[in-house]
């Protein structure tokens, strides 16, 4: 044990013991298995204390119910979850126990300290940063969940009775009115106004329902609590709607009801052992009258930046659209897969007929480019457009950006830029739409970051082709003279003339003649070229630093000396040069 951890239980046992004006520590009455519980003492609260405690072995669940799995009686190990409670007044006095322990705790075994402490198994057994954390809540508003002879209540941090301890299971549900997750349920919380106060409860098959206004007894088949002052009930087999003083909002007609934001769907088919996507659902609106009939299937949230939009993309048998939080019908229903939402400006789908046939859809799910024959998205919000056999771009107001008269878009590029094409000339277009090199080019691609290698073909002998070098600009860099343009990477340049290589720098000028019959990329300030049947290096001012008879050459690298490197064959000896191209002794 550290000294940390050590100095931490003595101040706590140092603390606890000064309250009780002794110095020795109680003993503590174990279970059989002599395993020593983790155990956090809170404060006096009122008058009284609550302690709590843990035994890391096979032990009745608490509260198994809270995650509609297994039933209450089932047998699992909870790792660090406490299944028992004490209460106690400042006396001494044992005032409750809830606990599944065969053998009853006394008050005489615990310490009467009136600060949160631990004891040393329970230091023994978590990780510093929960030291001073229970793995339940602490005082005011919070409840427990509790279970005695099999049976599970609801308590508070007083041990007075929310839910008696008589029924056969508990759901707990938030303030959304989601049922509450095993982890919102047993973490850790620092505000009162967490505490939670919705329930149904579980007594002979049949649920009933409490908050902190009303109760009611357990007499439904199913009983799901939707929104403020809605239940959901279920009676032989069909569902329904009511109040809070159970007076029917629906009569229990359906063989579902499901609630979306501010309106709820309903089938009357039989949905047991059925895919619920392929179930169709009608619509009921907020003041539960029928709005439409079960038309509706796969109703799902519409998202936007992450978020539900509050919207929904639902399908009928012929096509899908989108459906707002009242149930109104806010698009057609021609579309099919649910949209995307790029830039968190318009939504992609595509048709439900042709799932190659895309749509682009404002935020209020009108068509953009209603007019064209084709339209999808190009980039930073601009959308591809087409009439006939033509393309051109739009924004998102349909303002024509470049007229349909190009024959087609390359939508991806280097810096940004695009590439195309109009009447088989090339030419370059921003991510904007600005056209800045006009198509009169027979080809042209891009090289390093920015710079864009363009093609001019003789018209009057199409085996005449030479290439120059334009940046993004237009501005002309190497002169229409070479056969072929390559990046050397590190704004070099390898050009080719006939069957002879030499290099240029970015601003185009030739720092090596054209005489290389190979050359490489640049490596560190150095490249290899070859000459006839031999290698050699030359450096980043155009500068041959070796004479070109080595064989199987290597890239310059730092050595463990940081000394830049390189190694070479010559007359099948290995010889390691320096970045002057002589030899390392």
Request: net charge positive; glycine share 6%; charged share 25%.
């Amino acid at each position: 044990m550290n000294k940390k951890v050590s100095l931490f239980i003595f101040l706590s046992l140092l603390i606890c013991m000064k309250s009780m004006s002794q110095f020795i520590l109680p003993q503590m009455v174990f279970d059989a298995e002599k395993k020593g519980p983790n155990t956090i003492y809170y404060k006096f609260y009122n008058g009284i204390q609550m302690i709590e405690i843990d035994y890391n072995n096979y032990e009745k669940a608490r509260v198994d119910f809270e995650d509609n799995i297994r039933p209450i009686n089932s047998i699992r190990p909870r790792n660090y979850g406490h299944n028992t409670i004490i209460l106690r007044n400042e006396k001494g006095e044992l005032l409750h126990q809830y606990n599944l322990r065969r053998a009853p705790f006394n008050a005489s075994d615990f310490s009467a300290c009136d600060k949160p402490t631990l004891t040393l198994t329970h230091l023994g057994k978590i990780t510093s940063k929960y030291e001073a954390k229970s793995n339940y809540p602490s005082y005011g508003k919070y409840r427990y969940y509790v279970t005695e002879n099999n049976k599970a209540g609801v308590i508070d941090t007083l041990g007075t009775p929310v839910l008696e301890v008589i029924y056969d299971g508990i759901q707990s549900y938030n303030y959304n009115y989601k049922m509450n997750s095993y982890t919102t349920m047993y973490g850790f919380r620092d505000n009162e106004t967490e505490a939670i106060s919705i329930y149904t409860m579980q007594s002979n098959g049949k649920w009933g329902f409490k908050n902190n206004k009303i109760t009611i007894q357990p007499k439904y088949e199913e009983l799901l609590p939707l929104k403020e002052n809605v239940l959901r009930i279920k009676k032989s087999n069909q569902f329904g709607l009511l109040n809070y003083k159970e007076e029917t909002l629906l009569a229990p007609l359906y063989s579902d009801l499901l609630y979306k934001n501010d309106f709820y769907l309903y089938s009357k088919v039989a949905i047991e052992n059925q895919d619920k996507s392929n179930i169709f659902y009608g619509i009921i609106d907020a003041h539960f009258k029928l709005k439409t009939q079960p038309v509706y299937r796969n109703l799902e949230d519409i998202i936007e930046n992450y978020n539900p939009s509050g919207n929904y993309w639902a399908c009928k048998t012929y096509g899908c659209g989108a459906i707002d939080k009242k149930g109104n019908e806010i698009s057609v229903f021609k579309y099919g897969e649910m949209p995307q939402n790029p830039y968190q400006k318009y939504y992609r789908t595509n048709a439900f007929t042709d799932a190659n046939k895309p749509y682009i859809l404002d935020l209020n799910f009108k068509e953009i480019g209603s007019d064209y024959d084709l339209v999808y998205d190009w980039k930073n919000a601009l959308l591809t457009v087409k009439k006939g056999s033509k393309y051109g771009l739009i924004d998102l107001n349909n303002k024509v950006v470049l007229p349909c008269e190009y024959d087609s878009f390359w939508e991806t590029s280097k810096n940004e830029l695009g590439t195309l094409i109009k009447d088989k000339k090339y030419g370059v277009i921003t991510d904007k739409g600005i056209v800045v090199i006009p198509c009169k080019y027979d080809y042209l691609y891009f090289v390093d970051s920015n710079k864009i290698v363009a093609t001019l073909i003789d018209s009057n002998d199409k085996n005449n082709r030479k290439v120059g070098l334009l940046d993004e600009n237009n501005k002309l860099i190497a002169s229409f003279i070479y056969d072929k343009i390559q990046s050397l990477d590190y704004g070099f340049f390898s050009v080719q003339i006939r069957d002879k290589y030499g290099i240029i720098n970015k601003e185009g000028n030739e720092i090596t003649p054209i005489k290389y019959d190979e050359i490489y990329s640049y490596r560190n300030g150095f490249c290899i070229a070859k000459i006839d049947f031999g290698y050699g290096y030359i450096n980043s001012s155009g500068k041959e630093i070796t004479h070109f008879y080595y064989e199987k050459p290597t890239n310059f690298n730092y050595d463990t000396n940081n000394k830049l490197t390189a190694k070479v064959i010559l007359a099948g000896k290995e010889i390691v040069i320096d970045e002057n191209g002589k030899p390392v002794k």
